[in-house]
């Protein structure tokens, strides 16, 4: 009789001990299929929430996403659940304690989270998982029942099972933000450098556009500040024509000067290459000011083969750090900048050549026509004067007194002919230009000028404005020695202002009535031509005058402006 066969008895695990099978591969496919369903990390925790709480019988769940570059938490998701703030200030203070996985026991970081949470909120902690991926924690999740509920050992082992799922969509999702996030801002910046060119193209004459550059470049690539300096081409010192701090100009910057070789643009001449520079100090704009410490990057400008300048921007040193996009889009910038430089520069020369030769050739017919018929009637009335001296006094009386007038008007055809063939050179700064003048007006007239200025003595400006100006200094002086037996003049040039220049002559001669002798009259055409010279260039022109109290002239004119300079 066969022995009957015996078996090991198997005893059931209770139902409350193991999660069943089917229902792990139910919670990870609708893992899965929100991973591939939601388009962001937010919208994909919100449903993962739902998920845990019908799967693993919970209540609220609480998942907190880390920053730890930041040694904090970036973001906190719930469903279910409305924890106190109190209960979120601990993980964060555990987490800049312990820093990264392998430094600390995540696992114990996130039960710790969720027994904070749960006291401070009066719930009861089910379960708690860290998500990681490799050896990098992104953040923890924790599920919540009501005061009281069961907690069982297969909600925590289902839980880490799905943060395996959801470490890993997580960081796919943030890859994928990053991504766009690149994409999107690398397209905004292509799509403003060529909204950029277009502008450039349409308001070619128009220098302002130098501050709508650097103004584009700090709002493209987000910065604290930034500005545009100029290399002097007689001297290779380096001027700032455009500085900007907090959305500000700086009107202590604007005109400042280095001497050649010095500070970032001389680095960037050497290597001929966009330079940057984590923390660099900018020396103070005067010695009660503390040295800037920026992190900055600066591209040069170019101008054919030739280095005219640098376009740069900064931000605070702490929370800045520059990558190789942000320099590719200066260094774009700078290439349209230099190329709308070149474009200016080369039509400001034209105009001024052109205005040279015409006021040449204009020297040239007074020096021909009038000037020679002057000298030969000056003649003719002194061989007269010789003639009628013996027979008639009072005739020779007359042609001598006629001799006197043509001789004042060869002297002031003369001087006319002299100011057309004066104008500063590339070289000169329009106070030495000036200068100059002050000192020929004392040697001619015996009328000292003194000459004073706001400002940088030696600013660089436009060379339509340095002409302009000194044409009106010209023509000033000009009207004291024709009109005003004046016994001094002062002349004063502020130079301050970031945005314009203003010249204002002063005698103290004879004076006239401004107020009721208008400036188009034939007797004022000196007046009227300096007023139309410096409108022409979006400028203003005032003349303050009264009887017996002398004339002061003041000129102002933009160094934005909009007119041709």
């Excluded at 701090?245 to 500070?263: H, L, S, T």
Aim: include cysteine.
């Amino acid at each position: 009789m066969p022995q009957p066969t015996t078996t090991a008895a198997v005893t059931a695990a209770p139902e409350s001990d193991l999660i069943p099978l089917q229902d792990i591969l139910a919670l990870h496919r609708a893992l899965i299929s929100a991973r591939a369903r939601l388009p962001n990390a937010d919208a994909f925790l919100a449903e993962v929430l739902d998920i845990l709480r019908n799967h693993l019988k919970a209540d609220g769940g609480l998942i907190g996403l880390c920053d730890l570059s930041r040694q904090s938490f970036a973001s906190i998701v719930t469903s279910g659940v409305v924890p106190a703030p109190a209960a979120l200030s601990d993980p964060k203070a555990r987490l800049l304690r312990n820093g990264r996985v392998g430094g600390f026991d995540a696992q114990g970081v996130a039960l710790g989270w969720a027994e904070q949470v749960a006291a401070v909120s009066g719930l009861e902690a089910l379960a708690a998982a860290a998500l990681s991926l490799r050896d990098e924690t992104l953040g923890l999740v924790c599920l919540f029942g009501c005061a009281g509920a069961e907690r069982h050992d297969w909600q925590q082992e289902g839980l880490a099972a799905a943060a395996l799922e959801i470490g890993l969509a997580v960081s796919h999702l943030r890859l994928r933000a990053d991504v766009e996030s690149r994409l999107r801002e690398r397209n905004e910046r292509w799509s403003a450098l060529y909204e950029m060119a277009v502008s450039l193209t349409r308001d070619l004459d128009n220098i302002e556009l130098l501050d709508e550059i650097v103004r584009r470049a700090i709002h493209l690539l987000h910065t604290r500040g930034g500005g545009l300096s100029l290399i002097d081409e007689v001297t290779g010192e380096s001027s700032v024509w455009v500085a900007y701090d907090r959305g500000e100009p700086m009107p202590q910057m604007i005109g400042r000067r280095f001497a050649p070789g010095e500070g970032l643009l001389g680095r960037i001449l050497r290597t001929g290459e966009p330079q940057l520079e984590p923390a660099y100090l900018f020396p103070p704009a005067d010695a009660q000011s503390p040295p800037l410490r920026l992190s900055v990057m600066g591209a040069p400008l170019f101008a054919g083969a030739s280095c005219i300048g640098m376009l740069a921007v900064g931000d605070d040193p702490e929370s800045r750090r520059f990558s190789t996009d942000e320099m590719q889009t200066l260094v774009l910038l700078a290439q349209q900048a230099g190329a709308l430089l070149e474009r200016i520069r080369g039509h400001a020369q034209r105009e001024l050549l052109t205005v040279h030769r015409e006021r040449a050739r204009l020297a040239r017919e007074l020096h021909d026509g009038l000037a020679q018929n002057l000298a030969s009637l000056l003649l003719k009335a002194e061989l007269c004067n010789d003639m009628a001296r013996g027979a008639n006094p009072e005739l020779a009386e007359q042609i001598e007194l006629l001799a006197e007038g043509i001789q004042q008007a060869v002297r002031e055809t003369r001087a006319a002919i002299s100011s057309l063939h004066e104008a500063p050179s590339d070289g000169e700064s329009l106070m030495d230009a000036l200068s100059l003048l002050a000192a020929r007006f004392e040697s001619q007239t015996g009328v000292p000028v003194a000459l004073s200025w706001e400002g940088q003595a030696h600013r660089e400006f436009p060379p339509a404005t340095r002409v302009a100006l000194l044409r009106v200094a010209q023509e000033a002086l000009a009207n004291v020695r024709k009109h005003a037996c004046a016994q001094s003049v002062c002349a004063h040039l502020n130079a301050s202002s970031p945005k314009t220049v203003e010249l204002t002559v002063h005698d103290d001669g004879c004076g006239f009535d401004a107020r009721s002798e208008a400036l188009d009259g034939a007797q004022h055409f000196g007046l009227r031509g300096m007023r139309d010279r410096v409108e022409e260039l979006g400028g203003s022109l005032r003349v303050d005058s009264t009887p017996g109290q002398g004339a002061t002239v003041t000129a102002m004119l933009p160094l934005a402006a909009t007119g041709r300079q």
